[in-house]
């Protein structure tokens, strides 16, 4: 049996699994970041899934979406977490964004197998997914500042 092929999703689901490890210590903040865990762990499962499904336009940009979601999550929630655990999460914002960001290039090619209706509402998405990302990058070179 051959080996599934990677994809970009899966560095989105690892990105979710270090933000769920940074969200596990801090007992001042819990409930808070229970709720951040539970959102990154439902984040992974769903970027699994779609990195199983392969290189097809929708599961792409569902990706790209996903991954821009951690990203943010991450961001802006960096402050709740403890001086030893802000590093794996920043870890996390960097990974799902630059997933974001790569997960781009391969949805603009598959978009052009696909009518001109649906790759413009793609490619509309790939830009907010773009925007998202870069977002919270720019929140946490801020928050280094």
């Known amino acids: 049996m051959a080996a599934r092929r990677r994809t970009p999703a899966d560095v989105g689901a690892l990105a979710a699994n270090l933000l769920v490890d940074a969200c596990q210590t801090d007992p001042e903040n819990a409930l808070r970041l229970e709720v951040v865990s539970s959102l990154a762990l439902d984040l992974g499962r769903r970027l699994e899934t779609l990195a199983g499904r392969g290189s097809a336009a929708d599961s792409l940009?569902?990706?790209?979406?996903?991954?821009?979601?951690?990203?943010?999550?991450?961001?802006?929630?960096?402050?709740?977490?403890?001086?030893?655990?802000?590093?794996?999460?920043?870890?996390?914002?960097?990974?799902a964004a630059g997933t974001t960001q790569a997960l781009i290039p391969l949805i603009e090619l598959e978009t052009a197998t696909v009518n001109e209706t649906s790759a413009e509402n793609t490619l509309r998405d790939a830009r907010s997914a773009r925007w998202r990302a870069d977002l919270a990058i720019q929140q946490v070179e801020g928050s280094q500042d």
């Open 61 to 95: 940009i569902e990706a790209a979406l996903a991954c821009a979601d951690l990203a943010t999550l991450a961001a802006c929630n960096l402050q709740a977490l403890s001086d030893n655990d802000r590093p794996l999460a920043v870890a996390a914002v960097h990974l």
